[in-house]
């Protein structure tokens, strides 16, 4: 018998990277694509900048009790001196129109608030009317 000797072949072990090439490139075009659909800021558009403030102006409430006492927050103030004590908290060169609510007693006669509503509108400012009391 004859035996032949064979070469002793050394074996390389090799890991075929195609495919993981390829896994690579679908994830990194994935996450590319995502990225940009993901993003808010796509679109560059301009925002229009408001000269002044634009916060909403805060009402001032106006409270009629049944003696004819007129009361600007909880300050008392006496009714002659309606229109200047508003003043003070209704600017009238404002751009953004203030509100005025008027809190009145159910037996306050309406004259009142009629004279609280004039004040109001001589500097400007809107007006709403509500009515408080018991229901006798």
């Known amino acids: 018998m004859g035996f032949r000797k064979t070469k002793f072949r050394e074996e390389h072990s090799e890991v075929d990277?195609?495919?993981l090439n390829d896994i690579l490139f679908i994830l990194l075009m994935f996450f590319l694509m995502i990225?940009?659909?993901a993003?808010?800021?796509?679109?560059?558009m301009s925002v229009p900048k408001a000269k002044s403030d634009t916060?909403?102006?805060q009402s001032v409430v106006v409270s009629v009790d049944k003696n004819k006492n007129f009361y600007i927050g909880t300050r008392k103030i006496l009714g002659d001196s309606l229109l200047p004590e508003l003043k003070k908290y209704i600017n009238?060169?404002?751009s953004v129109k203030p509100a005025v609510v008027i809190n009145a007693d159910a037996v306050t006669e309406w004259g009142e608030v009629v004279k609280v509503m004039k004040?109001?509108?001589k500097l400007g400012a809107t007006t709403s009317a509500?009515?408080?009391g018991s229901d006798e």
């Open 130 to 132: 509500t009515v408080t």
């Open 55 to 57: 916060k909403q102006k």
């Open 17 to 19: 990277t195609g495919p």
């Open 119 to 121: 004040a109001a509108r």
């Open 92 to 94: 009238e060169g404002d």
């Open 35 to 37: 990225s940009t659909l």
């Open 39 to 44: 993003n808010p800021n796509v679109i560059k």
